[in-house]
C-alpha cells in the first residue's frame, strides 16, 4: 500500500508540476497578447465607427434627396390635378367651339358667298355698262381696269367656297375631341391619383431612412462607448484572469506538496481520536461521587 501511494505522490508531483508550468505559460500569454488583442480591438472598432459614420452620411444624403423627390412629386401631382379641373371646365368652351366652327361660320360664309355672287352678278353688269360707256368719245370716260370687280368677286366667291366644308371638317375634329375630353379627364385624374400614391410611398421610405439614421446613431454611441472603455477592458479581463490563474497555481502547489508527502511515505497530518478507557471516566477514590455530594445526609434522631 505504501508503494502504490508513493507512486501515486510521484504522479500526482508530475501533473501538478506540469499543471503549474502551463499556469505560468497562461499567465504570461495573457500580458503577451494584451497589447495585440487591444490594438486590434481599437482598430476594429474605429473602423466600426468610420463605417456607421459614413452611413449615417449616407442616409443623410438619401433622406434629402427622397424629400426634394417628393416635393417634385407633390408638384407634379398638383399640375396634373389643375390640369383635369381645365380639362373638366374646358370642355363646355371647346363644345361652343365645335358647334361656332362646324355649323355656324360655315353657314355665315355660305351666306356671305351667296351674297357676293349676287354683287358679281350686279358687279358684270356694272363693268359691261362702263365699258360701253368709256367707249363713247363724248363723255369722255377711261374704265379699264386691270382686274375688273366681277373678276375680283369672282375670285373671292371662289376662295370662300373650299372654307365651308374645310371648317364643318375642322368642326367635327373638334366635337370629337370634345368627347374625348371626359376619358382624358378621368385618366388625368387617374394619373394625379397615382403620383399621389408614389408620393406616399416616398414618405414611407424617408420614414424608414429616418428610423435607420436612428439606428446607426444608437449603434455609433455604443462603439464610442466601447472605444473610450477599451483600456479598462483590456486591463481588467487580463488582471482577473491573471487572479484565477494565480489561484489555480496555488492549488496545483498544494498539490504537489500533497504528492511530495505521498512520495516520501509521511503520514497525513490529521490527529487521530485517543479513545478514553471506561475506568479513566470514573472519579479518583477520594473525590465523593456527584450523586453523593449533591444529596444532603439526613440528621439523625
Do not use: C, H
Amino acid at each position: 500500500m505504501s508503494t502504490i501511494k508513493r507512486i501515486g505522490g510521484a504522479i500526482l508531483i508530475v501533473i501538478s508540476i506540469a499543471s503549474l508550468l502551463f499556469s505560468l505559460a497562461a499567465l504570461a500569454g495573457v500580458w503577451i497578447v494584451r497589447k495585440p488583442i487591444t490594438d486590434t480591438m481599437t482598430a476594429g472598432l474605429m473602423l466600426a465607427s468610420d463605417t456607421l459614420e459614413v452611413t449615417g452620411r449616407t442616409l443623410g444624403v438619401v433622406d434629402d434627396g427622397l424629400a426634394t423627390a417628393g416635393d417634385l412629386v407633390a408638384s407634379t401631382q398638383q399640375t396634373v390635378d389643375s390640369l383635369a379641373i381645365t380639362l373638366d371646365s374646358t370642355t363646355p368652351a371647346l363644345q361652343t367651339v365645335g358647334d361656332l366652327v362646324g355649323s355656324g361660320v360655315p353657314a355665315a360664309l355660305t351666306a356671305a358667298n351667296a351674297t357676293i355672287r349676287t354683287a358679281q352678278k350686279s358687279a358684270e353688269t356694272v363693268d359691261g355698262v362702263l365699258t360701253v360707256l368709256s367707249q363713247l368719245p363724248l363723255l369722255n370716260i377711261s374704265y379699264n381696269p386691270e382686274v375688273p370687280l366681277s373678276q375680283a368677286l369672282d375670285e373671292i366667291s371662289t376662295s370662300l367656297e373650299v372654307l365651308p366644308a374645310g371648317l364643318e371638317q375642322l368642326g367635327e375634329q373638334v366635337t370629337d375631341s370634345v368627347n374625348n375630353l371626359p376619358t382624358l379627364a378621368s385618366a388625368t385624374r387617374d394619373l394625379a391619383t397615382a403620383v399621389g400614391d408614389v408620393n406616399t410611398t416616398l414618405e414611407d421610405s424617408r420614414l424608414a431612412v429616418q428610423d435607420y439614421q436612428q439606428l446607426v446613431l444608437r449603434y455609433q454611441k455604443v462603439v464610442d462607448f466601447l472605444q473610450d472603455a477599451t483600456p479598462v477592458i483590456t486591463f481588467v479581463f487580463p488582471l482577473l484572469l491573471s487572479l484565477l490563474i494565480f489561484w489555480i497555481m496555488v492549488v496545483q502547489v498544494s498539490s504537489v506538496r500533497q504528492g511530495w508527502n505521498w512520495l516520501r511515505g509521511k503520514p497525513s497530518s490529521v490527529a487521530p481520536a485517543v479513545a478514553m478507557s471506561p475506568l479513566d471516566a470514573l472519579p479518583p477514590a477520594d473525590q465523593p461521587v456527584a450523586a453523593q455530594i449533591e444529596a444532603p445526609a439526613e440528621p439523625s434522631v
